[in-house]
């Protein structure tokens, strides 16, 4: 490889408006509660849910309004009842307010609780810190029996909230604010608790969670790919379990693994990755992208803030051609 690489974003083409994550849930309860009469819907006053006919399921519909901990509370109640509670609050208050009801009411007894969280990562960036949720992912997979999941666009959301359906126990599910782009035609299909394997390379492993950086992960493969650096990305929408097995076949393909995330560097996604190369012993260097070790700055949109903070492509290709010696 000569020279810097640089990483370029195609344009895309005019197409209909792509529903958001939090959108295509929404729509997806409002089926599970027609269809299953153990499923209920328990709101944090988020307004997601406004002028929304449920039919059928209309009474299992409740707003307990913004009481977080109460939230989780009735939710395992629920559940020990025989019902299937999902609870829709902002990731942050999820996993920081609602903590001790999430893991000792909810994670403590296995409970089939499904928490979507909302404006996961940075997309609540207009609001400031106090609903950035930055820590959550590292929050919930310390959490014995709670299954994490990060669908990457409309049609993941979709596809992971079927099978997580089916699953006994409890799932937290990080969901964005907005619209975010489709993955590539062409995409294997995804498999809750599998790696889902979205380019092929010998010499570098990216292994990304979460809409956003799963593609500036591909957006800094194609640059590295240009350059003559053949390298592996893996979609790692369920963090916890972690497939271990998909990790392990690339790191010892490749000369090093790069993880990207939008969440502090540390706790995430890139630590879950360390911490199996390191206990395996495989000889690669692992480089994280994420936030650093601080607030994020600023407030804004959603995407402004990931460039502000650091979680670009180019910081991908930089942290690459750095652990890889180019």
């Known amino acids: 490889m000569t020279g810097p690489v640089t990483a370029t974003t195609a344009p895309r083409p005019d197409a209909a408006p792509i529903p958001s994550g939090r959108e295509v849930y929404r729509d997806l309860l409002v089926e599970f509660l027609g269809a299953d009469e153990r499923v209920v819907c328990l709101d944090s006053d988020t307004g997601l849910f406004n002028g929304v006919d449920f039919g059928k399921g209309a009474e299992r519909y409740v707003n307990l309004g913004i009481a977080e901990q109460n ?26 307010r609602a903590l001790e009801q999430l893991k000792l009411d909810i994670a403590l007894n296995g409970l089939p609780v499904r928490v979507a969280a909302t404006h996961g990562g940075l997309s609540a960036g207009n609001l400031g810190a106090t609903h950035h949720a930055l820590e959550d992912l590292a ?22 909230l079927r099978q997580a359906q089916e699953l006994p ?12 782009p489709d993955l590539p035609p062409g995409a294997p299909p995804v498999r809750l608790g599998r790696a889902q394997r979205l380019r092929e390379g010998d010499a570098l492993t990216l292994v990304a969670t979460g809409p956003l950086p799963v593609h500036l992960a591909l957006e800094a493969a194609s640059a590295l790919e240009s350059a003559g650096v053949a390298t592996t990305v893996l979609n790692l929408h369920t963090v916890k379990p972690l497939d271990t097995g998909a990790l392990v076949a690339a790191a010892r393909t490749g000369r090093a693994v790069v993880t990207v995330e939008e969440h502090w560097a540390s706790g995430g996604l890139g630590s879950a990755v360390a911490e199996v190369v390191a206990e395996l012993g495989l000889p690669v260097p692992v480089r994280r992208v994420g936030v650093g070790d601080g607030f994020a700055a600023g407030t804004g949109g959603h995407r402004h803030l990931l460039r502000r903070n650091g979680i670009t492509a180019e910081a991908v290709i930089a942290a690459a051609t750095e652990a890889l010696g180019l």
Do not use: C, H, K, Q
Request: proline share 7%; no cysteine.
């Open 139 to 160: 929050v919930t997979r310390l959490l014995p029996n709670l299954t994490v999941v990060v669908p990457t666009d409309a049609a993941t959301t979709a596809e992971l």
């Open 71 to 96: 939230l989780m509370g009735a939710a395992a109640g629920l559940a020990r009842s025989g019902r299937i509670p999902y609870v829709n609050t902002m990731a942050t208050f999820a996993t920081t």
């Open 169 to 180: 126990g409890p799932v937290y599910i990080r969901l964005g604010r907005d619209a975010t």
